[in-house]
């Protein structure tokens, strides 16, 4: 635990990218491999519930440090960080545990959660008093499940890679899906033998880049990608990313986030029965009245959450899966293969299964750029973001790699951020909050980016209004700040490096495109991510 | 009290005796519990201080003043008000001031510190009626560890950073914190260079008899020179100025009260955040107040209302001072315990020093 909590501030305190990944490669050298896979699922995101209500643990710190609970508060206010306010206050203990990472986890986190109070209230002081303040905030962090540091699941990725000798590729599709952190799971992470695929575990996904459309050639393209020859042009389409897995006579679908769908596309899962064993199909989840009669997204969020969907709902929304690429086809990996290839035995196969759940995406014709780029104008119509331009000879490649994807949307830039301030606005919606701050994450903390006004409809607007006045922690003259509770995704039409800004990026006319409902704070984007759309840029981390 | 004291524009105001403490503005007659710009300010006529403070305030005040300074523990008596300073354990020469007027006693604490600093004589108790305290650090996140872990660990990052072949610049305040960062450091480990304004600190208090290692003037330094595991002592206003691109690769770190919260360490933007303070903490001000057992706590400086309303609830009599004409509070927070320490009015090292004007007046 040392050694985690060491870790952590070395990340906690740098900016720099190498420093960082230093700091991982050291840390995955010297711990034990039941650490290891711990602090590689932590770092990665994953978090244990929380274990103990903050409500208590706030009252014991206030009873530990022998202060009124008005004074923990006000505390609180001036760091502005819980487990950090729960680690400051309380008086340092007398002892220093040297148990390590996985033994704190399994020996005295986790089982916190099946405790009666006065149990949990006896541990949680026991842990003040043989903790040191680096390793009490690591701990408190992961006690409230606010753990959170600066380093992406690339990065981590790339130091495990690094630290094992073994290509990040796989590296990051042994990290795909679910996983226990165990130190057998760590080992046959850092094997480099190749080992069998969990018939469950997806690929990792091949991400597109976006190009900057100002930079329209008639020759070379938008963003000057290179000759059309080169490219394949398909809708980009606004649904759910996910990979569909037919092995061992499953099916399992999972989402871009890595999340396990079960049960909640049934037409998918039924219609992915006929698919032959050893089949991944990566695509798009549309809801869609028929081959081309896309619905817009609002009616897919009709059915995300869902747990059980119900009849009536199947039949008001129902789901195709738009395919678009074969990464495994007769049980092989063919990842490596040329798209034009792939594309061919994607045909192939789903002509054969030919079931209308499952569509082949379609090649949008194009002698040139400009017709494409006509093309791209009617995407609204078609309930597509825009174009997807996909390389020909290109190999299906881990993450965003650049040159191989395209994506060239209509609104090219759109990210999901918190809102966290809010102002009054003027005229017809004077006296209501309209004027909203939105952040990123940078590690554990909301870094605030761009200013949006526009974009709702009133009703949504009388709903964020009465969230502000119910959820507002301070008043600075006509801002308010807010509780990051509302995640909505937002648009605009250019970015730029900016020193004055204090996330480091400007945004040219950022909008609000909707309320994403079915997003938590947690789930917005971060900072790095942001970077990573700029024109110029390569991916951060 | 308020017939001995009185608030006003220009500071803290003996009436009976007609004097000022720590004021804000030049007045006729000043009597001040330390060196720091926001205590002893510029241009008044007449200063009365502690004895150990004398080289520190001759060399920041005008050679024009006229100076008395008296050792801890003696007394004067000035319009029936005897006066006599103790000392504060907060930089050399720092005084709480005992005032005491027809039987009325008034403690007035000044910047204080509880603890051993070898650069200065320690804080002690007095008993009083009325206690003047300040109270920067007056929250429960403000614990200080001990400054041999500090230091410590501060070798330690200087020795990591001559392996690593850097050089280390470590901040303090030209006249305290400095010279205490000084003698906690390992000479051993590498040669040290200070800054232009904490050279002309160090030997004030190499002057008053205190002992600190050897150092080195940057500005002496001239032509190409390796600072590979140097040590580098300066004021916090050069960082990310270009008065640091001559020490080629190196690492920054500051130490400082505030450096205990995460985000007061991000705001500062340097490597490496060292907690350690020369203002009472928590548990200190606790202690102190308990010692000195005052009929009435006034509070000044930082979390006035949160100490007043705890120590209330505590059954002690307690009150926030209000310092008019003076600007205190949250403000005190940015430029850190700097409201002691003013780097304008420091003294700028000459010639290839010259950045540290851009720094201090941008
Ligand atoms: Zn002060
Ligand atoms: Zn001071």
Sequence with gaps: MIRFAALFDAIDRTTKTNEKLTALVNYFREADHADAAWATYFLCGSKLKQLVPTKLLRAWAAQEADIPPWLFEESYHTVGDLAETLTLTVPPGNLASDESLSTWVEQRLIPLRGMAEAEQHQVVVAIWNETPLEMRLVILKLITGAFRVGVSKSMVTRAVAEYAGVSSDVISHRLMGTWKPTAEFFEKLISKEVQDTISSQPFPFCLAHPVDPALFDPELGPGGIGKISDFAAEWKWDGIRGQVIRRDQQVFVWSRGEELMENRWPEIESAAQLLPDGTVLDGEILASLGENQVLPFAQLQKRIGRKVVSNKLLKEVPVIFQAFDLLQDAGQDIRTLQFSERRRRLENLLSTVNHPNFCVTQLIPGNSWDEWSKVRGQSRAMNAEGLMLKRWNAAYEVGRVRGVWWKWKVSPYTIDAVLIYAQKGHGKRSGLYTDYTFALWDGDRLVPFAKAYSGLDDREIKKIDRFVRQNTKEAFGPVRSVAPALVMELAFEGLQISSRHKSGIATRFPRIVRWRHDKKPEDANTLNELMGLLPDSEPQG | ?362
């Design chain 2, 1 to 362: 009290m308020k017939d001995v004291l009185e608030s006003t524009s220009r500071g803290l105001y003996c009436v009976p005796g007609d004097f000022y403490i720590d004021p804000c503005l030049p007045v006729n007659r000043a009597v001040v519990t330390h060196a720091h710009s926001d205590h002893a300010r510029w241009g008044c006529k007449r200063y009365l201080a502690a004895k150990p403070c004398e080289q520190l305030l001759r060399m920041r005040m005008s050679p024009d003043a006229e100076f008395r300074f008296l050792p801890y523990g003696e007394t004067i008596t000035i319009g029936g008000v005897q006066i006599s300073f103790y000392p504060a354990g907060h930089i050399l020469g720092s005084a709480q001031i005992r005032l005491e007027y027809q039987g009325l006693v008034i403690l007035i604490t000044g910047d204080y510190k509880l603890g051993y600093d070898s650069t200065c004589d320690s804080w002690q108790p007095m008993r009083c009626h009325h206690m003047i305290s300040e109270s920067t650090f007056g929250l429960p996140i403000y614990r200080w560890p001990s400054q041999q872990v500090v230091f410590e660990s501060i070798n330690q990052w200087w020795r990591d950073c001559r392996e690593q072949g850097k050089c280390c610049v470590l901040y303090g305040y030209a006249i305290g914190k400095s010279q205490r960062l000084l003698a906690g450091l390992d000479p051993t480990i590498g040669t040290i260079y200070c800054h232009g304004a904490v050279q002309k600190g160090n030997e004030a208090y190499r002057r008053t008899g205190i002992h600190l290692p050897e150092t080195t003037y940057v500005g002496s330094v001239t032509g190409k020179h390796d600072w590979k595991g140097a040590m580098v002592v300066a004021v916090p206003s050069v960082h990310g100025t270009p008065w640091l691109k001559k020490f080629g690769r190196y690492s920054t770190a500051m130490a400082s009260g505030w450096m205990a919260v995460r985000g007061a360490r991000r705001r500062r933007s340097v490597d490496r955040g060292y907690v350690l303070s020369d203002h009472v903490d928590w548990p200190s001000l606790m202690t102190a107040i308990h010692e000195c057992n005052p009929e009435t706590v006034w509070l000044t400086h930082g979390f006035t209302a949160t100490v007043a309303r705890y120590l209330v609830e505590q059954g002690r009599d307690a009150r926030v001072l209000d310092l008019l004409g003076r600007d205190l509070g949250e403000e005190d927070k940015d430029e850190e315990e700097s409201s002691d320490e003013d780097f304008i009015d420091e003294p700028i090292g000459q010639g290839n020093e010259s950045p540290e004007i851009e720094a201090t007046t941008s």
